[in-house]
């Protein structure tokens, strides 16, 4: 039986991002979170040269972000896996921010990265099928399809539970892309309702784990993979050993090296299902590399993403 | 001692939206969740005879979205005291449906509505910053500042804790604007999570709401009322009672009534803090009532916004 039943040869997210690591030797992800008064300055530099002193200030920072991440880019895509452009980075920055978005993904395919929409998102039905369309889909209008921003996956909100979740899974799979969906987030108020302990003894993340596992079962590839992955937080590695066990499909995306305080040496669980079974996403840990160890960014950059895929590598080997 | 003490003569959200509901004597809020193949036939129409055939889908279907909305927003304003623009159905048209959505926002301000971005978001600190600069506040850049948004209010999702709506708090405040909470939400899948049983006999929506109560205490105004808020489904008035005790001063944004099934006639328990400590949603219920009543769809908008805003003003006496 074919992985994707009813897609025809469509591959399977699971089994893309899988061959991708092996292709690519790498778990990394490079994060996107441009800050338009952190960016380095020869992206200022440049989007000033582009001489549209008189555009408004969220033209001429848009411009600015669009060329920082494409500087980001270029400097470690031979590093990394996939980009995550934080979603919020753009949108302050109005439709030209989303312009910047889209530039931004696209440069980022080209380059041969899987890109995951770091978006959060999650609503009701309908509202969750808009979302998908704006991310992974098209939307349908009597002047034509829309396409939407074209992302490989996105990050998912479970909190309005599994019927919040369902048209993510069905747009996606449609169109061989994944998600990931909030199980263990890496910033320390994850424990106030995410570590909540349930009455059945269990946290709210095992059961969130568990509602992640099912609606991924369907779209498990031959890689064993599903396109349902889990946002889990490097830095609760104590977690990770009991979430993989609940999902052992799962992609896990693991935020929060670095900067957070996570250790990529702890993150050993994520891989018991194979070397694409976690990706170690790092942002300001890559990007502001420079602002630590001092030189040229692009170059620290470079460094870093690389020291960050050796020690996952070996780990995952 | 001044109820927003540090902000000048910068009236409170809670204060601006008691007054607000008084002086309109209505509780209403038209949600606006444009679907380009569902928009009111005079909106086609209209956005047809700009002549800008030749654009690309989406600028056409966002052109369409603005005037529907528009035309929406002009037939039901008198009846109404905010609007609540959908913002994924803006999303999912890229940078042209970020300029519908500022749109949308302009005209509705200028006809003396509140605004309510339900966006749903959540995330780290850092990136709750962001989204709070995107929706209620301006971003800093070296080209100076991004204007967000510009809305009263917006939606967040609270699954990350506390540090995760803290930014929004922050900025909300000190721009005098508002925030609501998801505690329960109007889906059926709402039960999967948020009302599954904690180890002390309460639900996940239970701690939602003291999360609510705790962070929205120092934003309680001379009405009484927080400038945080929650959103309670229309379609759960067994569990209004028990949320209204742990958020005494929170408004309740009752999203579920009309389509989703919920009843005006139900929510009485969401008015024990006053008049304006409930406002009701409906989306479809009033934008797609010619659907159900035949006839114009403005007229038909201005009858159900009107027969809505007359049983809760009743309700609330």
Redesign the interface.
Known sequence: MPANPGHGDLTSFGDRLADRVATRRSQIVLGL?P???R?WPEA?RRAEAAGDAGAP??T??AR?VAVHCALAIEATAEECVAVKP?V??F??????G??AL?ETVALARERGLIVIA?A?????????A??A??FLGE???????????GADAMTV?????????EPFVTTARAHGRGLFV?VR??????????E????D?SA?SD??AD?VADVGAPGVGHSDLSDVGAVVGATAPERLAALRERMPHAVFLLPGVGA?GGNVEDLEPAFANGPAGGLISASRGIVAAHERAGGDPAAAAAREARRLRELAWRLAA
Do not use: M
């Open positions: 979170d800050d338009p008064a960016l200022i200030a969220a001429r920072a600015a934080q919020a980075c949108e302050r920055l109005g439709a030209a989303w312009i889209a770091d959060k998102r999650g609503d009701v039905d309908v509202t969750a808009a979302y369309q704006a939307t349908p209008s009597p002047f034509g399809p829309i396409e939407g921003l909100n479970p909190l309005l539970g599994r019927d919040s979740l909030l987030t890496s910033n320390p108020g994850a424990a106030d309702v995410q909540r302990a349930l009455a003894g709210v059961h969130l509602l957070q």
